[in-house]
């Protein structure tokens, strides 16, 4: 009890090998108890003891000096390395959080690299569908028009001098237009996801919830509750692509393992409400994907609105009329 030292160099193992075990913090406050509980002073307060110096006095005194200066070399040693070590514990922690800093630095430069290559990927995307597009309409509607024109103009040269002729060259421009609309419905048909164009509805919805959380291990929920309901192709094709955008930005942006969607009916308007329990966010950054949810909404006249309030959620509204 006169020595209780050696309580710190327990302390300083513990800490360097259990700093990560969930009990350290139980093993530490024992080791300060156990320090200020074996303290010679603390301690003759409950217990009668002996004082060092008493008990040495019946020795000679080159005995008695010799004990003290062990007495006091084991006592400055063991304080030396108690202050060695926390103070190099404590330069190596700081290294340690400089190292990781670095790291999460160069992870975010990363990221924003890959955000700018995903952008400029997307745009490319989207500039090559335009291309893609505007052959499709050169090469189906552009050659119908043209040919309609034709006809057109020869209709009237021929009206009143052969009737007749007329009505077959009429007859020849209702086929071309009606091969062109084919072709545009051809070229709409394959905007729409694959998934729409193979099932039904409901059954693309849940075969593409099953893919995405079988890949990002979030547990999603649809609750579907559309009967007889006939929905056309370009609302499907819309309320689709923003459960596709929202269940991304949900992981990707907010780190949610859990997502509510519900699709329903109230009054006279289709609603979809897609509910995360991410990291949401104070203030609703408008990028590319929520300004195309917005537009395309806009397109079936419908309305959409976000919150970032306790996770994110999208509410859209589009009018059916039966």
Known sequence: MTYNGLVLLVFCDCIYNFKDDK?????????????????????????????????????????????????????????????????????????????????????????????????????IGENNERK??????????????????????????????????????????????????????????????????KQGFKEAIEKMIDDFGSLSEVNIKLDYRLKDVDLENTTEDILFRIIQESMTNSVRHGGASQINISLYMEENNLCLYIKDNGIGCS????????????????IINGKVKFDGTNGFMVMVKIPIFK
Not at 174 to 186: A, C, F, I, L, Y
Not at 283 to 298: D, N, P, T
Request: overall charge positive.
């Open 132 to 197: 893609r597009l505007a052959r499709e309409i050169h090469d189906t509607v552009g050659h119908a028009l043209a040919g309609v024109a034709a006809g057109i103009d020869a209709c009237i040269v021929m009206i009143d001098s052969n009737p007749e002729a007329t009505k077959s060259q009429l007859k020849v421009i209702s086929k071309v237009v009606r091969q062109g609309m084919v072709d545009v419905r051809k070229s709409l048909n394959k905007l729409r996801p694959g998934a729409l164009e």
């Open 283 to 298: 203030e609703i950054s408008y990028g590319f994907g929520l300004k195309q949810m917005k537009e395309r909404v806009a």
């Open 23 to 123: 009990y350290a913090k139980y093993m530490l406050i024992s080791l300060i108890g156990m320090y200020l509980f074996t303290n010679w002073d603390v301690f003759t307060a409950f217990s009668p003891l002996m004082n060092f110096q008493q008990y040495v006095q019946f020795y000679d005194v080159n005995l008695k000096n010799l004990l003290f200066l062990s007495k006091s070399i084991l006592e400055m040693f063991n304080i030396l390395l108690f202050i060695i070590f926390m103070s190099v514990y404590a330069v190596g922690q700081i290294q340690e959080n400089e190292f990781i800093s670095k790291k999460l630095r160069m992870i975010s430069l990363v990221n924003k690299k890959l955000q700018r290559y995903a952008v400029v990927t997307e745009r």
